[in-house]
Protein backbone atom coordinates (compact mmCIF):
# COMPACT_ATOMS: atom_id res chain seq x y z
CA UNK A 1 0.00 0.00 0.00
CA UNK A 2 1.65 3.09 -1.08
CA UNK A 3 0.41 5.05 1.74
CA UNK A 4 3.39 3.91 4.20
CA UNK A 5 5.57 5.43 2.51
CA UNK A 6 4.18 8.74 2.03
CA UNK A 7 3.34 9.03 5.33
CA UNK A 8 7.22 7.75 6.20
CA UNK A 9 5.87 5.04 8.01
CA UNK A 10 8.26 2.22 9.58
CA UNK A 11 8.59 -1.40 7.29
CA UNK A 12 7.03 -2.59 10.20
CA UNK A 13 3.56 -0.57 9.78
CA UNK A 14 3.88 -1.10 6.11
CA UNK A 15 3.94 -4.99 6.16
CA UNK A 16 0.95 -4.74 8.64
CA UNK A 17 -1.33 -2.38 6.87
CA UNK A 18 -2.16 -4.82 4.05
CA UNK A 19 -3.80 -6.70 6.90
CA UNK A 20 -6.46 -4.49 7.63
CA UNK A 21 -9.88 -4.11 5.56
CA UNK A 22 -9.83 -2.93 2.00
CA UNK A 23 -12.63 -0.10 3.23
CA UNK A 24 -10.03 0.98 5.65
CA UNK A 25 -6.99 1.15 3.36
CA UNK A 26 -9.27 3.31 1.07
CA UNK A 27 -10.11 5.67 3.96
CA UNK A 28 -6.34 5.47 4.97
CA UNK A 29 -5.44 6.62 1.44
CA UNK A 30 -7.99 9.21 0.67
CA UNK A 31 -7.73 10.92 3.91
CA UNK A 32 -3.74 11.04 3.62
CA UNK A 33 -4.56 12.45 0.10
CA UNK A 34 -7.40 14.61 0.87
CA UNK A 35 -6.92 15.72 4.80
CA UNK A 36 -9.86 17.51 6.00
CA UNK A 37 -12.44 16.19 4.04
CA UNK A 38 -15.68 15.84 6.48
CA UNK A 39 -17.05 12.09 6.98
CA UNK A 40 -19.81 12.39 4.01
CA UNK A 41 -17.04 13.08 1.84
CA UNK A 42 -14.86 10.25 2.56
CA UNK A 43 -18.18 7.78 2.87
CA UNK A 44 -18.62 8.26 -0.78
CA UNK A 45 -15.38 8.39 -2.28
CA UNK A 46 -14.36 5.33 -0.74
CA UNK A 47 -17.60 3.47 -0.94
CA UNK A 48 -17.93 2.90 3.32
CA UNK A 49 -20.43 3.13 5.30
CA UNK A 50 -18.74 3.90 8.72
CA UNK A 51 -16.07 5.78 8.19
CA UNK A 52 -15.32 6.04 12.12
CA UNK A 53 -15.24 2.20 12.23
CA UNK A 54 -12.85 1.80 9.35
CA UNK A 55 -10.66 4.67 11.34
CA UNK A 56 -10.54 3.04 14.04
CA UNK A 57 -9.30 -0.33 12.94
CA UNK A 58 -6.55 1.52 11.28
CA UNK A 59 -5.94 3.24 14.33
CA UNK A 60 -4.89 -0.04 15.66
CA UNK A 61 -2.27 -0.36 13.35
CA UNK A 62 -1.23 3.21 13.02
CA UNK A 63 -1.14 3.91 16.82
CA UNK A 64 1.61 1.44 17.47
CA UNK A 65 3.92 3.20 15.51
CA UNK A 66 2.90 6.84 16.61
CA UNK A 67 0.65 7.98 13.77
CA UNK A 68 -3.34 8.19 14.36
CA UNK A 69 -6.47 9.36 12.12
CA UNK A 70 -8.18 11.68 13.83
CA UNK A 71 -11.89 13.83 13.45
CA UNK A 72 -12.07 17.37 14.65
CA UNK A 73 -15.72 19.15 14.22
CA UNK A 74 -15.82 21.75 11.83
CA UNK A 75 -15.83 25.14 12.26
CA UNK A 76 -18.03 26.50 11.44
CA UNK A 77 -20.35 23.53 11.97
CA UNK A 78 -22.37 22.04 9.48
CA UNK A 79 -25.91 21.22 9.93
CA UNK A 80 -28.35 18.42 7.75
CA UNK A 81 -30.73 19.08 5.57
CA UNK A 82 -33.30 19.73 8.32
CA UNK A 83 -31.29 22.86 9.96
CA UNK A 84 -30.04 20.75 12.79
CA UNK A 85 -26.42 20.80 14.21
CA UNK A 86 -24.88 17.71 11.78
CA UNK A 87 -22.60 14.94 13.68
CA UNK A 88 -19.88 14.94 10.53
CA UNK A 89 -16.61 15.81 11.42
CA UNK A 90 -13.13 16.25 9.10
CA UNK A 91 -10.48 13.42 9.18
CA UNK A 92 -7.05 13.67 9.11
CA UNK A 93 -3.77 11.56 10.26
CA UNK A 94 -1.31 13.22 12.71
CA UNK A 95 1.29 11.98 14.15
CA UNK A 96 1.53 11.48 18.11
CA UNK A 97 4.04 12.50 20.06
Do not use: Y
Not at 55 to 67: E, F, P, T, Y
Amino acid sequence: MSISNQLGLPEAVQKTLPHVSPQAQRVLSFIQAHPGQLTSTVAQECAVGNVSDACSKINLVLSKHGWVVVATQPHPLTKNRFGERSQQHRWSIERVR
